[in-house]
């Protein structure tokens, strides 16, 4: 769970928690607010704590005078050696009739 994700998790958590006035049979809105509040905060904790992990391997490595393991921005990670081929579709042949 990203960032953005987590603040719209929390967002939807807080319209049900405190925006809805519905009172549905066998189930709490308010509850359920709450519920996806905690999830959404837990998941933008991870996030940020995955993101801070992330920047000090990037720094570290560049400190050191290593190329860094990751890219930051990307995440595709290609061997910049490997030769660059493109895949070969077998389309019908649409000029001819079915």
């Known amino acids: 769970m990203g960032i953005m994700v987590s603040l719209v998790f929390f967002a939807v958590g807080a319209i049900f928690t405190f925006a809805i006035r519905a009172?549905?049979?066998?189930?709490?809105?308010?509850?359920?607010?709450?519920?996806?509040?905690?999830?959404?905060?837990a998941g933008f904790a991870a996030s940020f704590y995955r993101d801070l992990w992330r920047r000090r391997i990037f720094e570290e490595s560049i400190e050191q005078g290593?190329?860094?393991?990751?890219?930051?921005?990307?995440?595709?990670?290609?061997?910049?050696t490997a030769p660059i081929v493109a895949p070969v579709h077998d389309y019908p042949n649409l000029t001819e009739p079915l």
């Open 23 to 41: 009172e549905p049979s066998g189930i709490s809105l308010v509850a359920v607010g709450v519920i996806i509040m905690l999830v959404s905060v």
């Open 66 to 80: 290593a190329t860094p393991p990751l890219s930051l921005d990307d995440d595709i990670v290609v061997e910049p």
